[in-house]
């Protein structure tokens, strides 16, 4: 089955700096790819998303990259601020109605 | 737009009993539901999936007749653990995925703490 592993599972950053979080998954007809920040006892909210048709795509100081030859994909944060400190998660989904697997996730600390 | 719901927040319970927990969405229909279990610092597990009017398809190691899921119509879900016991304490969180337009996205709940003493 699907497999997304994700790395590192800490990141310590100081503020205004960048933050790369990097993402691998087994299945090669793996099609959309999201990726959830998820504050301390709150749900994930989607933040960016890329589909298999596309190889890069930014929001503001959010981008992710995808590379489907080698199976990867990552996010960058550029100008860290604290409120970015949370746990991000990234996930693949197989197939249109499929299911999405999630990375095991990264707990991000922006420091002032 | 696109809103989901969990009720309750939080619930405690004794071993042995019975809690539903439900999932709405409150501004869209969604023929899809997920459930999934959360431990702490951990990741999303998906329990099962949702579809509206038909069987949950359970992941593997997950108990069906312990956690009984019916979506009864296109903007509510319900998980039901059945026979609680402590090792069910946990973070239980859906999310659904819009009808029609860019089915792509799921939707989160805020999630439900369960907690069983």
């Known amino acids: 089955g699907e497999n997304v592993e994700q790395h590192p599972s800490t990141l310590s950053v100081q503020e205004g700096d960048s933050a790369v979080i990097k993402c691998t998954y087994s299945?090669?007809?793996?099609?959309?790819f999201p990726w959830y920040k998820q504050e301390l006892g709150k749900r994930p909210q989607l933040i960016i998303d890329i589909r298999s048709n596309v190889g890069e795509k930014k929001d503001q100081r959010i981008a992710v990259t995808l590379n489907k030859t080698a199976k990867h994909f990552s996010l960058h944060i550029t100008e860290t601020q604290p409120e970015d400190s949370a746990v991000y998660f990234c996930?693949?989904?197989?197939?249109?109605?499929?299911?999405?697997?999630f990375g095991q996730g990264t707990e991000l600390s922006v420091k002032p | 737009g696109a809103v989901v719901s969990q009720h309750p927040s939080r619930v405690i319970c004794k071993s042995g009993t019975s809690v539903k927990i439900e999932c709405r969405s409150l501004d869209f229909q969604a023929t899809t539901m997920f459930w999934y279990r959360q431990f702490p610092k951990k990741s999303l597990m998906l329990m099962a999936t949702s579809n509206e009017g038909s069987k949950a398809t359970y992941e593997q190691g997950v108990e069906k007749d312990k956690f009984l899921i019916n979506h009864a119509s296109l903007t509510l879900s319900t998980l039901t653990v059945t026979s609680a016991h402590p090792e069910d304490s946990s973070f239980y969180i859906c999310s659904a995925k819009r009808q029609g337009v860019n089915t792509d996205t799921q939707y989160f709940g805020p999630g439900t703490r369960l907690t069983v003493l």
């Open positions: 299945d090669s007809a793996s099609n959309y």
């Open positions: 996930a693949a989904r197989l197939g249109q109605g499929g299911k999405l697997i």
